[in-house]
C-alpha cells in the first residue's frame, strides 16, 4: 500500500474511515479502537496529509499528491483498497463527499456508507441555504497561503464550536493535529477546491448502498438540514443525530457514535 493505512485490527469485513480537511487518519480518537472490537477497522491518511505526505501514490513513479479531481482521488482511493472488497467506507466531512462519489463509481466495492457530519454541497447556494457561504470559503483559501498553519486551528475552533465539552476537546484535537507531521499545502488547497466546487444534491438518489448518516444536532460547519437532506435523498439511507454535538460527534460522544455504527454493521 502506498497511502499510510492504520490498521486497528477486528475480523470481518472492514471499516475504512476517511478523515475531514486538514486532519489525518489518527484524528478520529480512541472511537476506532473500541469498534474494532467489533469489527475489522482501518483508517487512511489521504494524499498529502498525515505519514502519507510525500509518498509516491503512482504506479510508476512520481509524487502523486491529492487532486483537486474529486474523481482522480477516488480512483486512487478505489485502486489504493482492490481486494478488500465489500467495503463499509465511513467518510467525515471532505471525507464524506468522498465517500459518496466512491460508492456511486465503484458499487460493487462499497458495500455500506457511513457519512459523519456530512454534505452534498459545502458551499451555500441560491437553492441550497444549509451551507457556508461562498465568500467565507474563499477568505479560508487566501488565508491558508498567508497564515498556514493558523487557518488550520481556526478550522479546529469551527468544527468544534457549540459542542459539549468544546474547550476540552479543541485542545485534544489541537495537540493532535500535528502528531503526523504538518499536511502538504498542496493538497490543504486541493482539498478547498474540492469543497468549493462539489455538489452531489443531483446524484443522490442513484446511491442505493445501505447508508446511516450521522449528524451533530450543533454542527455549524455542515448543519443539521443538510445531513436531512442527505437522508431523505439516498433510497436506503437514514440519519441519526446525536443532541450535544458539533462538527466531531466522534469525540465529543465515542460512546453514542460507536453504538451507531455497530447496530448499522450488524443489522
Request: glycine letters at 8%; charged letters at 15%; a negative charge.
Amino acid at each position: 500500500m502506498n497511502l499510510h493505512v492504520d490498521d486497528y485490527g477486528g475480523s470481518g469485513a472492514p471499516v475504512l474511515f476517511l478523515h475531514g480537511w486538514g486532519m489525518h487518519g489518527g484524528m478520529w480518537g480512541g472511537a476506532l479502537a473500541e469498534l474494532a472490537k467489533q469489527t475489522r477497522v482501518l483508517a487512511v491518511d489521504l494524499p498529502g496529509h498525515g505519514y502519507s505526505v510525500g509518498r509516491d501514490l503512482s504506479r510508476h513513479g512520481g509524487d502523486v499528491r491529492i487532486n483537486p479531481d474529486l474523481h482522480v482521488l477516488v480512483d486512487q482511493l478505489a485502486t489504493q483498497f482492490s481486494g478488500l472488497e465489500p467495503l463499509t467506507v465511513c467518510g467525515w466531512s471532505l471525507g464524506g463527499q468522498l465517500a459518496l462519489r466512491w460508492a456511486m463509481r465503484y458499487p460493487q466495492q462499497v458495500q455500506r456508507l457511513v457519512l459523519v457530519s456530512a454534505t452534498p454541497c459545502f458551499v451555500r447556494q441560491a437553492d441550497w441555504p444549509c451551507a457556508m457561504a461562498a465568500a467565507t470559503l474563499a477568505a479560508f483559501s487566501e488565508a491558508l497561503q498567508q497564515h498556514y498553519l493558523q487557518t488550520l486551528r481556526r478550522f479546529l475552533s469551527l468544527q468544534l464550536r457549540g459542542s459539549e465539552q468544546e474547550r476540552e476537546l479543541l485542545a485534544a484535537l489541537r495537540g493532535n493535529l500535528l502528531s503526523r507531521g504538518e499536511p502538504d499545502l498542496s493538497a490543504l488547497q486541493a482539498g478547498l477546491d474540492i469543497l468549493r466546487d462539489c455538489d452531489l444534491r443531483a446524484a443522490l438518489p442513484d446511491i442505493r448502498q445501505p447508508t446511516l448518516v450521522i449528524a451533530g444536532v450543533r454542527d455549524t460547519l455542515t448543519p443539521l438540514p443538510a445531513a436531512q437532506f442527505l437522508a431523505a435523498s439516498m433510497p436506503n439511507a437514514r440519519l441519526a443525530a446525536i443532541e450535544g454535538a458539533a462538527h466531531a460527534p466522534f469525540l465529543s460522544h465515542p460512546e453514542t457514535f460507536v453504538k451507531l455504527l455497530a447496530d448499522f454493521l450488524h443489522e
